[in-house]
């Protein structure tokens, strides 16, 4: 399966009668790194008016998806920054909408559009970028047959993320969740495969 995340990070402002409105995304692979960013944006914007937030996260048919209003009134903020994310068609990203209050009230209507505008805004500039599954595998082979090994790792775009060099070598690699079935076969026909 093909998921889409933002490319990067990205940030748009906008004023909407006198108030600002200032749109942060960024890519989050997990809750953590997602509660992180926006803990930094808070700390930035301490004296802002509200930080209000959405994420999704997940490479799976049910995503984890949460978004807070702070203090902004119910369904006015957190909400219509999730639509965003979900128009974007986005997963693996955060965004935070900073509020500066102008003096003069938008109503329910204005706030859901001004935070939905924003983030939209905000993920357009961040960009997209392809996201594909992999599954993480361990490999052990002689020296003879690494060079076998590594073929077939180019040839299906896995990527190496340790290797070990002893008595034989020990690759942890992640391949394409994909035709996983048919590059785990190949890769057993030269050596040995575990999960990892």
Do not use: W
């Not at 399966?1 to 490319?7: H, I, K, L, W, Y």
């Not at 974007?88 to 939905?116: E, F």
């Not at 299906?156 to 034989?168: E, L, M, N």
């Amino acid at each position: 399966m093909t998921f889409f995340s933002v490319a990067g990070k990205g940030k748009y402002e906008q004023k909407i009668q006198r108030s600002i409105f200032i749109g942060h995304v960024s890519p989050a692979g997990d809750e953590d790194t997602a509660r992180g960013f926006i803990n930094e944006v808070r700390q930035d914007h301490a004296q802002a008016t509200h930080n209000c937030y959405a994420y999704r996260i997940g490479l799976s048919e049910n995503p984890l998806t949460y978004y807070n209003d702070h203090g902004e009134p119910s369904g006015t903020a957190g909400r219509p920054i999730l639509g965003a994310i979900l128009k974007a068609d986005v997963t693996n990203t955060v965004v935070v909408v900073t509020r500066y209050y102008g003096g003069r009230k938008l109503g329910v209507r204005g706030l859901i559009d001004a935070y939905h505008t924003t983030a939209a805004a905000a993920l357009d500039q961040a960009g997209r970028a392809e996201v594909i599954c992999r599954i993480p595998l361990i490999i052990t082979c002689g020296y003879s047959e690494l060079d076998q090994v590594n073929h077939l790792l180019n040839q299906y775009d896995a990527s190496i993320k340790k290797t070990d060099y002893r008595d034989d070598v020990q690759c942890e690699v992640l391949i394409p969740k994909l035709n996983s079935a048919d590059i785990i076969a190949r890769l057993r026909s030269v050596s040995k495969v575990e999960r990892g």
